[in-house]
Each structure stands twice: as C-alpha cells, then as structure tokens.
C-alpha cells in the first residue's frame, strides 16, 4: 500500500493522542470499579488506582456472607438454558423457512418477523399474568420461557441458511439421512458463524436482562446477577467498595469472553445490529 | 405421498412446536396488552371494560406528561449526543493503525457490561464529597461541587451518561463497519479533484453512510425511549427522581402494574410506548424508501 510509505502527519499524532484520552475515559469506570473492589472501606475515598494494601475480603465477604454465588450460577443456567434453546429453535425455524416450500410458508415468516415490533415492556404484563396462570411466577421455567425462541434470531438464521446450496441437502437425502439429521449435521454445521453470531448477542441479553427477571423473581433464592446487585447495593447504600465488588463479578464473565472472542464478538455484533 | 407433499409435511413438523409458542408467548400476549389497556383491573379482582377511560386519565394527568416529557428528554439529548461522539471516533479511528485493535477494544468493551452493575459505578462517581470521584476531582482543581443525582435538572443528563457511555461501543463498530464499507475509489477520485477534508466528508462520506445514520439513529432511539434500568438503579428507591425528574415512560410502568396493581392503567401506557415506537420504525422505512 501506498500509505506506508507516506511520513506520519502531526494531524494523525493529534488524532490519536484524542482517540487515546477518549478510550481512558470509556474504561475509567471500569477501572475504578475493579480498583475500588480491591480496596478496604477506609480506602475507597482516595482517588488513588492501586490501594497501598490490596484485599480480597470483599470477594470473600461477597461469596460467604451474599447469596452472589447463587445468583451467579442462576444467571449461568438462565442465560445457557436461553441461548442453547434459541440456538436450535431459531435455526430450526430460519432452516425451514428457508429451504422448504410449503403452503403459508410466507405468512409464517411474516408473522414471526411481525413479532420483532413488539416491545418487552408491552408483552411483560401478560407475561406475568401467563406466569401467575400457570403458575410459574418465582421459577427458573418463569425466568426462561419468554426467550425460549426469537423472531430476530428465526430472520437472521434464515438469510443464513438461503445461502445453503440445496445440492448439499439432496445429496444426504440420497444418502438417507433422516430430514431432522440433515438440518442437525449437514446444515448447521454450514452456518457456523451465524449461530456463533447468535449465541453471543442471545447470552450477552440474557445476562443482563434487568426488567423481566425483576418483575418475575420474588425469592433472592431465584435472583439473577443483575436482580440480586440492584437490591443487595439498594440494602449495601454506603459500602461502596462492596457495591463496587458485586458490579465487578456482573462485569467479569462477559469481559473474559470478550478477551479470547474479541474477533466473534464483534463481527458477531455487527451481524445482528446491521440485520436487526 | 408425493415428494413435494411429504416434506410440507416434514416442515410444519419441524415448526409446530415454534408456532405454538410463538402465538402463546408473543402474540396473544400482545393482544392481551390491548384488551387489558381497557380495562379497570388490579389483578386479582374482576376486570371491569372501561373503554378508552385509562387513555383519556392519562391524558388529563400531569405526571403522565411529564414522564413523556422526561423519555423524549433522554432521545432528543441521547441520540444526538451519542451519534456525533461515535461518528468522530469511528471516523479517527478508521484513520489510525497503531494500536487500533486496543483503542478499539477499550471503545468496545463499555457495551459488554451490564447495565445495572454500570448504574451503580456511575451512582458512586456522583456522590458528594468525600466519595464520590468526580466532585472530587472537582474539589482537588478548585472548581464548584456538583448536586448530580440530586438536582432536579442535573439527575437526567446524570442518569443519561452511563447510557450513552455503554451504547457507544455498539454505535462505533456499526458506523466502522459502514465506513469500510464505502469504495475506496470514491476517495481517490475527490483527492484527484482536490477536495478538502471537509468536503469529502460532507460529500461522500456522510451521503454514503445514510443508510448506516438512519438504522442507527432507529435503533438508538428504540433504546432511548426505553431506558429503565439506569433510572431505576440510580435514583433514590428506584423512584425516578427526585420528584419525578427523571422518571421514563418504563419506569412509570413497572411502578403501575407491579407496585400499585393497576393493570389496566399500565397497559394503557404500553400501548402508548408501542405506539410511539410503531411511528419511529415507519419514519424509518419511509426514509430508507426515499433515500
């Protein structure tokens, strides 16, 4: 390219020493966040980023005397039941609009993509009385079953599976593959990258889904990550550094993965966003 | 059986079960939201029809107005804000190579987090002296402490900047995404014509990234109009405040239907928010038709 050769514009230094200040800035919550959970209460009030004597105690504190591990470990199932679900519901959908001609086939689509204008906030309240009904209020089968499947998942899989030569799908039908283990082994397998898509916006909006979990949970037994902070730091008011510890442990798992997927995350990102 | 008429029948198989749950968890629910907005019901008594009396009571009630008055305070400072800061990184950042993948990162990464843990991290910076970081900040250069969270005109731009802050991330790829997207001859040709930086920008770059403004103009406003979380994790009790001043449309909701019981009363303004985000999507597709 012939840009290398070109020298370094002082424009170009002044823009990245800009794009350099604003990307400290984007992270310095973060920072402090992980900062203040290291530090002892009598510490937190000094702006200092490393506290003279680090500690642990308020992880400690957090997983002994909390009920964080638990609710932990029910985000975990919450967001891993969710996506697994959606995973194979929504290519199920998206691979036979797709690649079947059937009767109301477009009517079908139609509908479920219908369904993406329809916002949470509206569909809570009967959401909550479907629950109550059935009696699933304050239950992990209450917490899941309003994502179970997505309309956006079911558009975005489709477009995926049209570009799935249907040579590929007749020749295991001549091989006699059952049609369930031709959708199963033969195309998934071929849209790899939009089901990886999927997952992590589907895991990603499980884990920090506020409103429904909130409104369906009664018992801190049943509280995700994001339900059990809000009213453990309402009960926590002025022990920042322990408010700080619990943000930090909401914030850790989806900050791993995005250091070993960064590539995914974002690509996968991109593909939901620029589909949605 | 024919061929053709085997696999119909193998494809309503693979989708019954999707049907089903599509018509009990999403559409008559909808339907049920509308027939609820008329009536009078606090859940465990009878439902009395009421006709269009929740909409015409909101109507006459001032708070009403001004928890609209607050969500379209966070769209008309949110969007805009928010657009014009992603656009300038996107555009500085596409412009560099060193340490791209870093700078990128560290704009990325707020959107990851959780929106309820992040409230909270903000809610601490705000605090008064001596905890809260920012006031002092401002203490240590000698400039005037700030009320944030408890003003009545500070608490909604406050409760605003964690949102914006954690939506930048998303708003920069896309637009990354959509700068690449534009040929690179496009470019070559205004430089051999002798364009200036401001014009290429104004000319090309902008007119091709249309597509791209209006999806996420769509999109970040949807997220505006239903912000909750932030709201309700920085203000005292979850309250909105204080006195009302920051209180969303969502907000006003939850504390209807899930505080006070009054279901009809909540779903009436469901379908207010539907409403409006209904007229938002169209605005958009008749602005993509025509562009």
Same mark, same amino acid.
């Given at each position: 390219m012939a840009e290398i050769k070109a020298p370094i514009r002082p424009g170009k230094i002044i823009i990245w020493c800009l794009l350099f200040i604003g990307a400290v800035i984007m992270m310095t919550p973060i920072i402090?966040?992980? !900062? $203040?959970? #290291?530090?002892?209460?009598?510490e937190i009030y000094e702006l200092a980023l490393i506290s003279s004597e680090p500690t642990l105690s308020n992880?400690?504190?957090?997983?002994?005397?909390?009920?964080?591990?638990? &609710?932990f470990k029910n985000s975990i199932l919450v967001a891993l039941a !969710?996506?697994?679900?959606?995973?194979? #519901?929504d290519s199920l959908v998206g691979y036979t609009l797709a690649k079947f001609r059937f009767r109301g086939r477009k009517l079908v689509f139609i509908a479920i993509l219908s369904t993406l204008m329809i916002p949470t906030e509206m569909l809570v309240i009967p959401w909550y009385i479907l629950a109550r009904d059935f009696g699933l209020l304050d !239950?992990?089968?209450?917490?899941?079953? %309003?994502?179970?499947?997505?309309?956006?998942?079911?558009?975005?899989m489709k477009q995926f599976f049209e570009s799935v030569p249907d040579d590929y799908l007749d020749a295991a039908r001549i091989d006699g593959l059952s049609e369930f283990r031709i959708f199963t082994q033969i195309a998934m397998p071929l849209v790899a990258p939009a089901l990886s898509a999927l997952a992590i916006f589907t895991f990603l909006g499980n884990w920090t889904a506020f409103l429904w979990p909130l409104i369906v949970t009664s018992s801190a037994e049943l509280f995700t990550i994001p339900v059990g902070l809000s009213s453990f730091s309402g009960e926590?008011? !002025?022990? &920042?550094?322990?408010?700080?510890?619990?943000? $930090?442990? $909401?914030?850790? %798992?989806?900050?791993?993965?995005?250091?070993?997927?960064?590539?995914?995350?974002?690509?996968?990102?991109?593909?939901g966003g620029l589909k949605g | 059986m024919s061929i053709d008429k085997k696999r119909a029948v193998t494809a309503w198989c693979f989708i019954s079960v999707p049907i089903v749950y599509f018509i009990l968890v999403r559409f008559y629910p909808t339907l049920d939201a509308f027939s609820i907005s008329l009536t009078d019901w606090n859940i465990v008594g009878k439902k009395t029809?009421?006709?269009f009396d929740n909409f015409v009571r909101l109507w006459h009630d001032p708070v009403f107005w001004q928890v609209l008055g607050n969500t379209f305070e966070y769209l008309l400072l949110g969007v805009p804000i928010s657009l014009i800061l992603s656009f300038i990184v996107a555009h500085s950042l596409d412009q560099i190579r060193f340490g791209h993948g870093v700078l990128r990162a560290c704009y990325f990464i707020p959107f990851l987090t959780t929106a309820v843990a992040m409230a909270?991290?903000?809610?601490?910076?705000?605090?008064p002296v001596p905890v809260g970081m920012i006031n002092l900040a401002l203490g240590q250069m000698g400039i005037k402490q700030l009320d944030f969270l408890r003003s009545t005109t500070e608490a909604l731009p406050a409760v605003l900047a964690p949102a914006i802050w954690a939506g930048l991330g998303f708003q920069i790829v896309i637009f990354m995404a959509g700068l690449r997207a534009i040929p690179q001859s496009y470019y070559e040709a205004a430089k051999i014509d002798g364009a200036s930086g401001f014009r290429i920008l104004r000319e090309i770059t902008l007119p091709q990234l249309r597509p791209t403004i209006v999806f996420l103009t769509v999109i970040s406003s949807i997220g505006f109009l239903r912000i909750f979380d932030q709201v309700y994790n920085m203000t005292q009790e979850g309250e909105g405040g204080p006195l009302n001043a920051t209180r969303p449309l969502v907000l006003h909701i939850y504390k209807a239907a899930?505080?006070?019981?009054?279901?009809?009363m909540a779903a009436a303004q469901t379908v207010v928010l539907f409403t409006i985000l209904l007229i938002i999507t169209i605005i958009q597709l008749r602005v993509l038709k025509n562009g």
């Amino acid at each position: 390219m012939a840009e290398i050769k070109a020298p370094i514009r002082p424009g170009k230094i002044i823009i990245w020493c800009l794009l350099f200040i604003g990307a400290v800035i984007m992270m310095t919550p973060i920072i402090f966040m992980f !900062s $203040a959970s #290291f530090k002892y209460n009598d510490e937190i009030y000094e702006l200092a980023l490393i506290s003279s004597e680090p500690t642990l105690s308020n992880y400690i504190y957090l997983f002994e005397n909390t009920e964080f591990l638990l &609710w932990f470990k029910n985000s975990i199932l919450v967001a891993l039941a !969710s996506t697994v679900s959606v995973l194979f #519901f929504d290519s199920l959908v998206g691979y036979t609009l797709a690649k079947f001609r059937f009767r109301g086939r477009k009517l079908v689509f139609i509908a479920i993509l219908s369904t993406l204008m329809i916002p949470t906030e509206m569909l809570v309240i009967p959401w909550y009385i479907l629950a109550r009904d059935f009696g699933l209020l304050d !239950s992990y089968i209450g917490l899941i079953f %309003p994502g179970i499947m997505t309309g956006l998942g079911v558009f975005l899989m489709k477009q995926f599976f049209e570009s799935v030569p249907d040579d590929y799908l007749d020749a295991a039908r001549i091989d006699g593959l059952s049609e369930f283990r031709i959708f199963t082994q033969i195309a998934m397998p071929l849209v790899a990258p939009a089901l990886s898509a999927l997952a992590i916006f589907t895991f990603l909006g499980n884990w920090t889904a506020f409103l429904w979990p909130l409104i369906v949970t009664s018992s801190a037994e049943l509280f995700t990550i994001p339900v059990g902070l809000s009213s453990f730091s309402g009960e926590f008011q !002025s022990e &920042w550094e322990m408010i700080m510890t619990g943000a $930090a442990v $909401a914030t850790l %798992p989806t900050l791993l993965v995005f250091l070993f997927l960064q590539r995914y995350i974002i690509r996968g990102v991109i593909l939901g966003g620029l589909k949605g | 059986m024919s061929i053709d008429k085997k696999r119909a029948v193998t494809a309503w198989c693979f989708i019954s079960v999707p049907i089903v749950y599509f018509i009990l968890v999403r559409f008559y629910p909808t339907l049920d939201a509308f027939s609820i907005s008329l009536t009078d019901w606090n859940i465990v008594g009878k439902k009395t029809y009421i006709g269009f009396d929740n909409f015409v009571r909101l109507w006459h009630d001032p708070v009403f107005w001004q928890v609209l008055g607050n969500t379209f305070e966070y769209l008309l400072l949110g969007v805009p804000i928010s657009l014009i800061l992603s656009f300038i990184v996107a555009h500085s950042l596409d412009q560099i190579r060193f340490g791209h993948g870093v700078l990128r990162a560290c704009y990325f990464i707020p959107f990851l987090t959780t929106a309820v843990a992040m409230a909270w991290v903000w809610r601490w910076f705000y605090q008064p002296v001596p905890v809260g970081m920012i006031n002092l900040a401002l203490g240590q250069m000698g400039i005037k402490q700030l009320d944030f969270l408890r003003s009545t005109t500070e608490a909604l731009p406050a409760v605003l900047a964690p949102a914006i802050w954690a939506g930048l991330g998303f708003q920069i790829v896309i637009f990354m995404a959509g700068l690449r997207a534009i040929p690179q001859s496009y470019y070559e040709a205004a430089k051999i014509d002798g364009a200036s930086g401001f014009r290429i920008l104004r000319e090309i770059t902008l007119p091709q990234l249309r597509p791209t403004i209006v999806f996420l103009t769509v999109i970040s406003s949807i997220g505006f109009l239903r912000i909750f979380d932030q709201v309700y994790n920085m203000t005292q009790e979850g309250e909105g405040g204080p006195l009302n001043a920051t209180r969303p449309l969502v907000l006003h909701i939850y504390k209807a239907a899930f505080e006070r019981f009054e279901m009809g009363m909540a779903a009436a303004q469901t379908v207010v928010l539907f409403t409006i985000l209904l007229i938002i999507t169209i605005i958009q597709l008749r602005v993509l038709k025509n562009g």
